[in-house]
């Protein structure tokens, strides 16, 4: 069974860090990337974040680049968000999702697996 598992989120205040988890079964990770995105309420997901490729190589959007880094540990099935300086503005469900082929890394119907989510909430 294909499964994304997110973890790791909490309530922090502004300036504070978190590291989020997707831990990840039923395929081989090393063959998949990983992309992080995140809902806030009322509103449409959107990618945010990192995005780590099945290539190795690594890139985050604009917005959370200075802040946001992501990794992995293929030999764990999983994948880390290390979220630093954290804003109230990041606040909101994060998701990680697999894909196995992308061109873009940057949209959702790029991703074929999804997690449920976990919440992060930053207080000012």
């Known amino acids: 069974q294909v499964q994304l598992v997110e973890s790791g989120g909490g309530m922090v205040q502004a300036g504070g860090s978190l590291r989020l988890s997707c831990q990840t079964s039923g395929f081989t990770l090393e063959y998949y990337a990983i992309g992080w995105f995140r809902q806030a309420p009322g509103k449409e997901r959107e990618m945010v974040s990192c995005?780590?490729?099945?290539?190795?190589?690594?890139f985050c959007v604009d917005s959370v680049k200075d802040r946001f880094t992501v990794s992995r540990d293929n030999t764990k099935n999983t994948v880390y968000l290390q979220m630093n300086n954290l804003k109230p503005e990041d606040t909101g469900t994060y998701y990680c999702a697999a894909t196995y082929g992308a061109f873009w890394y940057l949209y959702q119907y790029e991703y074929t697996n999804w997690g449920q989510g976990t919440q992060v909430t930053v207080s000012s």
């Open positions: 995005v780590s490729r099945n290539d190795g190589k690594t």
